[in-house]
């Protein structure tokens, strides 16, 4: 399969190839369902917890003699009906994620790219090297190509290129190790750089 290339631009600059196998396949859309879900998952801190009588600090010894008081009997001051005292079911740390097969998670992103490369949102350009880290410049190349909301995945992502970006809230930069199914989908564009997607195709080849 052969990719259009355009120039910063917007003029055609060539073709690459890329494997069918990675920008060509069916859209499964249970598959990639289960693949984001399971990232997002992941994501979650889950280090919300709480102290149960056993954990709270304290209480050792009886407050006061278990007769004559006049009192309800009591063991430690650190019981769930005292002040201060533990939580009878504490919430514990807990691990969200779930496990996802490296070949589906491979599937997941070869589907991706291939529904991204059908709905036309998918664009590859030759370069988009700046010589210095100026958002006004990354503004005018998006704008040239026609993009304001993008995920710029660049072979060879250069400080100036991620300085640039990190003002704009629609656009981000990622080298190729840093992509997943959740910011390919979240983007009305995927700009993908002529090298980057030579290596996005061997690696999900």
Same mark, same amino acid.
């Given at each position: 399969?052969?990719?259009? !290339?355009?120039?910063?631009?917007?003029?055609?600059?060539?073709?690459?190839?890329?494997?069918?196998?990675?920008?060509?396949?069916?859209?499964?859309?249970?598959?990639?369902?289960?693949?984001?879900?399971?990232?997002?998952?992941?994501?979650?801190?889950?280090?919300?917890?709480?102290?149960? %009588?056993?954990?709270?600090?304290?209480?050792?010894?009886?407050?006061?003699?278990?007769?004559?008081?006049?009192?309800?009997?009591?063991?430690?001051?650190?019981?769930?009906?005292? %002040?201060?005292?533990?939580?009878?079911?504490?919430?514990?740390?807990?691990?969200?994620?779930?496990?996802?097969?490296?070949?589906?998670?491979?599937?997941?992103?070869?589907?991706?790219?291939?529904?991204?490369?059908?709905?036309? %949102?998918?664009?590859?350009?030759?370069?988009?090297?700046?010589?210095?880290?100026?958002?006004?410049?990354?503004?005018?190349?998006?704008?040239?190509?026609?993009?304001?909301?993008?995920?710029?995945?660049?072979?060879?992502?250069?400080?100036?290129?991620?300085?640039?970006?990190?003002?704009?809230?629609?656009?981000?930069?990622?080298?190729?190790?840093? !992509?997943?199914?959740?910011?390919?989908?979240?983007?009305?564009?995927?700009?993908?750089?002529?090298?980057?997607?030579?290596?996005?195709?061997?690696?999900?080849?």
């Amino acid at each position: 399969m052969e990719l259009s !290339i355009l120039n910063a631009a917007g003029a055609s600059a060539g073709s690459v190839a890329v494997p069918d196998e990675v920008f060509g396949r069916e859209f499964n859309e249970s598959l990639v369902h289960q693949v984001v879900t399971a990232y997002l998952a992941g994501a979650r801190a889950g280090t919300h917890a709480q102290k149960t %009588r056993a954990a709270v600090r304290g209480g050792g010894a009886k407050p006061f003699k278990q007769k004559g008081t006049g009192r309800a009997r009591a063991g430690t001051i650190r019981s769930p009906l005292w %002040r201060g005292g533990g939580k009878v079911f504490a919430a514990v740390t807990a691990d969200y994620s779930q496990k996802v097969n490296k070949k589906s998670y491979k599937v997941a992103l070869r589907s991706i790219f291939s529904e991204l490369l059908r709905q036309d %949102r998918l664009v590859v350009v030759s370069d988009l090297g700046l010589e210095q880290p100026k958002t006004r410049d990354l503004v005018a190349k998006l704008k040239a190509l026609g993009m304001d909301n993008v995920l710029i995945v660049a072979d060879d992502a250069s400080e100036a290129l991620y300085l640039a970006a990190r003002n704009l809230h629609k656009v981000e930069v990622r080298n190729v190790l840093e !992509i997943d199914p959740v910011c390919l989908i979240k983007f009305d564009k995927v700009l993908l750089t002529a090298g980057a997607a030579k290596q996005i195709g061997e690696s999900l080849a």
